[in-house]
């Protein structure tokens, strides 16, 4: 209350604000209007703007003040970096708050994986709010840790900063009106959640937005656009590494304004961000095809605070928190200056990470024989075809190469072994198929990033280099490793939950391209092989899919036998 | 959760509606489209708009349907009308849904008023939501029963169906910082407050909206429209019996478009609703002046629903509750059919009234004597000067007729005594004064309902007649009354906390005008003699107001005496 109560003596005129910004053009996102006027800020919130008069003057004029970027929808652990070095890069970008899915570090480590996440993003100058990973785990054909049940969810959603119900992914479940989703939907803090519904239409959508999930970020087509705004859904346009919506879903702008549109980056690799941005690259991007500024900006900062009931967010006007960029134009987006909640971002300290969240690649003792692929049919096997820079695969059939009463790789024919093991429990389980698209001459590519359970997924030529790699990321933790004849190539350690790196940025996007690049060296022309083997596990995006349970045919939505 | 789950099969089209409407436009309040489709109901609830089997099927060509209206800010109160009574009334109007402030009843019967009235509303067709009375008493010159503290507040705040914090009336506290208020916005619910802030401007207004006020309806002007956008605030465009801003700020509408615009009514009389219509008379105006009909639909409906998170209200799209106007036309804006979830309005059952809200007039017995105004001084007196159909007042000063050592009534010179009786506890204390404007020349007027204790206020000629007509409002338990030469002219009982009626509208509206007519007879040429009479004692309206506690200098904030 005394800080309530210095604010409106700021706001009145009778206190010197902390600061005062003048001569610069404020956006008023409810209005649309660039206002006149000092932005006066006392105690991280903004007091008003008019003219004021501060502890501390900055004069700058020419120059543009925007709210700072809301990311609607995101998952931390894509960027692969830990979040006080996710906050070192999106900050100066001008991304001041993110909506996160914790779903990636929630399959490894359950509810205690949110509750430290959440913990550690508390001091942060980047404001994380959290949405309870609804789809833990996505299907039962994966096998994370634990599941997430709807009491782990209650308690979650109890939790401050948990704002809602992250995205529900099983969509046909939703549809269907499967008990086990309904009851997720029907939890007391569950009336907030957002959707996950590619390609759904017509009654279907009906059904899924009946079930009161009011935004899609799976959207990539303008008559999905238009039949999700009609539905009553937010669509919330997202440019991820992997999925990039932004230009296809623009003219909705056009037709019904930026009304219900917000943006989300779902999934950006620490190079994307690196070399092109983040919000502000879709601001960047939908200005240049022809949207205004002011509605660019509007989608970037009061829309998805507005979707997420964010009420101090998004906006400059009294009361609300001071997340101030300083933009030098309207073209570029690139902010000369951030103010989080009234200052300059200070240097942001290092997070400690414990040990309990750096162990978790438990595998069984393993052999090369349990790569080995029993094979005694005389017919076709069903091999995952790979499609570059799409998660969706193809559902291919071809002979495998034979010896004796084993199927192996044949690279000559760009079919190789693929596996996902168990890696939470050392269970031993595995999964094996072919895959074609990696075009391995020889070695192993492995990775503890593998959506959804993020169990280890190796592809390769020889069952040796396999094995070596995936003892690799048990011995290191986790992370993403290219062996061949036996020695480790290239490496990228991610010790934390298998996922994240406690390492710079630098760092990070170095050891990454150093797997690329190996990954080349031994014939792999995929734009982004790790990207594209982390969704192959992914049991719940078409066709065809292998997890530690064996391949899935997701259309059908069943396990498969690898013979036909 | 078995009616979600069938709401599902409905949506998607593999069990029959339990109503679908055919062949009418369907209004999109997303995308202010108007659909083809037919609108299917399961539940209550819009399950989908598209290709539908129902159980009962309505063709309904050339006919547009639209969302319920919602009224933004109202008290229940200012209908005279017993709440059921009231919802048979709006709802074949198409208001579906109000937010009602109940502060009336809280001065009159305290939190105990509040539950009650909130429990009777329960059952109604009409969806009835409270905001907590946050200024019982309007300022500490009045004298309700009892004021509503923080505690209060708390315990409104956690009941079901009170969705936040009522109009902040003390605006003059809020901007100072007052702790008293600050304590109020700092209670765990108050994160949703309306605002109540009559020409604050500038910096002033920066501390208001800084306070986390987000809306206000007692905007008047373009000017201050614009100031209130920008400083985040929603504007509640009122219509109200005594109060008409809807031509005056309509051009927001042209300058901004209708995002952040809600319509509301604030108090209307019974009359007023009878013959003109509530939220849909509005529309029809909007309409009329030039707005589009797509535009004042959204200021009707889903903008209020909005403003106040009811997010199953105020747009037809699957999972909203199914409250449909059907219209004939889109200039009348008188529907032809209102369903209420899903259904035609059935008959309302009556309420049933407890006793302990019809005792609520206790008055100390009094004397003629009680009303003798002492007058010693020669200079002039303090006059309460009436501007018709304002609830303003001018602060007047005038030489009283004088009989020995008392101050009289002049109906001569229009200078009637004016007399405001505490009526909550019986502690006979009375202020006194005089008021120009009535025109009465004999007899006298009475009421209980006087904004916003609801103390007995009486204008008078003669001091018998004033007493006589307090007296008659102590023996019926409350309401309006008309007496001359100590005979009852004319009354409108309204025993329930007297403030509402049991009778029916007819019955209302006709004693209502019987008053009317009998102030006529006595000389009274004021447009709504009572309408006035009842803001007489509102402390925080100015300029020159009169409680049980004296005259009021509203500007000042103080209390002042009658002579000079």
């Keep these: 209350m005394p800080e309530l109560k210095r604010r409106l003596a700021v706001a009145r005129g009778d206190e010197p604000a902390d600061l005062v910004i003048r001569g610069a053009k404020v956006f008023s996102v409810f209005t649309r209007e660039w206002l006149d006027g000092d932005l006066a800020v006392a105690d991280g919130h903004i007091a008003g703007i008019g003219d004021y008069e501060g502890d501390e003057v900055l004069e700058l004029s020419g120059r543009y003040l925007v709210p700072g970027f809301v990311d609607a929808h995101m998952h931390l652990e894509s960027s692969k970096l830990l979040v006080d070095e996710f906050a070192r890069l999106v900050l100066p970008l001008g991304t001041t708050a993110v909506v996160a899915d914790p779903h990636e570090i ?184 022809g949207v205004s500024p002011e509605d660019a900006l509007v989608m970037a900062s009061f829309n998805p605070a507005q979707w997420h009931g964010l009420r101090d967010f998004g906006a400059l006007a009294p009361g609300y928190q001071a997340d101030v960029l300083v933009l030098p134009d309207l073209e570029r987006f690139v902010p000369e200056l951030v103010l989080k909640a009234g200052r300059p971002v200070a240097e942001i300290p290092r997070l400690e990470v414990p040990e309990w969240v750096r162990h978790t690649v438990r595998i069984r003792p393993l052999a090369t024989n349990d790569f080995a692929v029993p094979w005694e049919g005389d017919g076709g096997a069903r091999v995952i075809g790979v499609i570059p820079d799409q998660i969706v695969t193809e559902s291919l059939v071809d002979e495998p190469l034979v010896d004796g009463a084993r199927a192996l790789s044949d690279p000559a024919r760009d079919l190789l072994k693929i596996a996902v093991v168990e890696r939470h429990l050392g269970t031993g389980r595995i999964g094996l198929g072919f895959v074609r698209g990696f075009g391995l001459r020889s070695g192993a590519l492995a990775s503890t990033v593998a959506h959804d359970a993020h169990n280890v997924v190796v592809v390769g030529v020889k069952d040796d280099d396999m094995l070596r790699a995936v003892r690799r990321l048990a011995d290191t933790g986790g992370g993403v490793v290219v062996v061949d004849g036996g020695i480790v190539k290239a490496e990228l350690k991610l010790p934390i939950a298998g996922l994240l790196s406690d390492a710079s940025l630098d760092e990070v996007i170095t050891a990454s391209q150093g797997c690329v690049d190996a990954a080349r060296q031994l014939g792999c022309e995929l734009p982004s092989p790790f990207q594209t083997m982390a969704f192959l596990a992914l049991s719940v995006i078409p066709s065809l899919k292998i997890t530690d349970r064996g391949l899935v045919d997701v259309d059908r939505f069943e396990l498969v036998p690898l013979g036909l």
Excluded at 125 to 137: G, I, R
């Design 106 to 289: 929630a399959n490894v480590l359950g509810t205690d994986g949110v509750h430290w996440l959440a913990d550690l993003c508390a001091d942060l100058p980047l404001d994380v709010f959290f949405m309870a990973s609804s789809c833990v785990p996505a299907s039962h054909f994966e096998s994370p840790r634990r599941p997430l049940l709807p009491g782990d969810l209650e308690g979650l959603l109890n939790r401050r900063r948990v704002i809602g119900l992250a995205e529900m992914m099983n969509f046909p479940g939703v549809v269907s009106g499967a008990e086990s989703e309904l009851a997720k939907l029907a939890l007391p803090g569950a009336t907030h959640v957002d959707g996950h519904a590619p390609s759904v239409l017509g009654k279907a959508l009906n059904a899924y937005a009946a079930a009161g999930i009011r935004s899609d970020h799976e959207v990539s087509t303008i008559d999905e656009g238009r039949e999700r705004l009609r539905a009553g859904m937010w669509v919330l346009i997202r440019e991820a590494s992997g999925a990039r919506n932004l230009h296809a879903l623009l003219p909705l702008v056009d037709e019904f304004g930026p009304h219900r549109l917000a943006f989300c980056t779902d999934d950006r690799e620490p190079e994307h961000i690196a070399e092109d941005g983040h919000i502000n690259s879709m601001v960047r991007d939908a200005v240049a095809a």
